[in-house]
């Protein structure tokens, strides 16, 4: 059994220095987060262990400092928090903040906005509640059940696959001929890189192991990747979660991972996938041990 990595996974920038932010803040204050700073539960549990606290309402908010987090929020939802007082630090990505002022920048030249994303997810939700209007699609019936306008301004939650967001787009402009359809890329460099190399590490593997939270949507995204190219592919969230009896001895395995994945949790279902190796080659009969040895 050999155990590979994909080129590029887990943790990107953004959520290292939100959590970074978090932590640093929280040892000269009292700190209480408004939603999952990021869709890990491995994570969220070590926040918690250094008193943080996690809330999903505004009005649950008992700390003076409030941290949004890094999928971003709405400027309602931030003013609402202010107007309580309460001092609001933002641990937003960068690259989500690209995505927020793309939008706006098109609502701003006349175009309605359309969303590729998930329906509900907090990035998703942070873009658009500070519209009046917008409609966000996720496949193709989406696109089938919008309706016409002179133009349409196209973005993407910074997670989603960009073959899935540019085919989206070409439906887009093939259902609605007439009308303008300008799209602008904020699918984020990290998630970019992630599913490309989850495509190539597919491609080599018997077996990927998938590990992120079951709230990523990337890490999703990269399930379904990696399912296109490889037959057995299972998403953990830890050591705990792995099972023997998915490998064979002569299995190749990948590993990848969300963009909210600990490097220790990477790290340790290695070490498991290490161990199941260790147990799968070692000879099972007196013949095998000898023959084993004479190689050696």
């Known amino acids: 059994m050999k155990i590979i990595r994909a080129e590029h996974l887990g943790m990107c920038f953004g959520v290292r220095d939100a959590i970074a932010l978090a932590v640093e803040t929280a040892e000269r204050e009292p700190l209480t987060i408004l939603g999952d700073l990021v869709h890990n539960d491995t994570v969220l549990a070590e926040l918690r262990a250094k008193g943080i606290r996690v809330e999903q309402k505004s009005a649950a908010i008992e700390t003076q400092t409030v941290m949004v987090t890094a999928h971003g929020a709405s400027e309602r939802a931030m003013n609402e928090t202010r107007q309580r007082g309460l001092n609001v630090l933002e641990a937003t990505c960068p690259l989500v903040h690209v995505a927020h002022r793309s939008l706006k920048k098109l609502v701003g030249e006349g175009f309605y906005p ?9 990035e998703v939700s942070g873009m658009t509640e500070d519209l009046a209007v917008f409609d966000v699609v996720l496949d193709e019936n989406d696109v089938a059940n919008l309706r016409e306008r002179p ?18 787009v ?17 699918v984020c460099q990290p998630t970019k890189q992630r599913q490309s190399a989850a495509v190539e590490l597919a491609q080599k593997c018997d077996v990927v192991i998938v590990i992120g939270g079951t709230h990523s949507n990337n890490t999703h995204e990269l399930v379904k990747t990696c399912s296109r190219f490889c037959a057995q592919v299972y998403h953990v969230q830890t050591a705990d979660d792995l099972q023997n009896g998915w490998f064979c001895a002569d299995d190749i395995v990948g590993i990848t991972a969300g963009t909210s994945t600990p490097d220790v949790v990477i790290e340790a279902i290695e070490q498991q996938l290490s161990h199941f190796a260790a147990a799968t080659n070692k000879p099972t009969n007196a013949k095998e041990f000898y023959e084993l040895h004479q190689m050696d």
């Not at 359309?114 to 907090?122: D, E, P, T």
């Not at 196209?154 to 989206?168: E, F």
């Open 170 to 186: 070409r439906l887009m402009r093939q259902r609605f001929p007439k009308s303008e359809v300008r799209f602008i890329d904020t």
């Open 151 to 168: 133009c349409f301004g196209v973005i993407s939650q910074t997670t989603q696959p960009i073959d899935k967001v540019r085919r989206l």
């Open 114 to 122: 359309v969303i590729i994303g998930q329906r509900g997810h907090v």
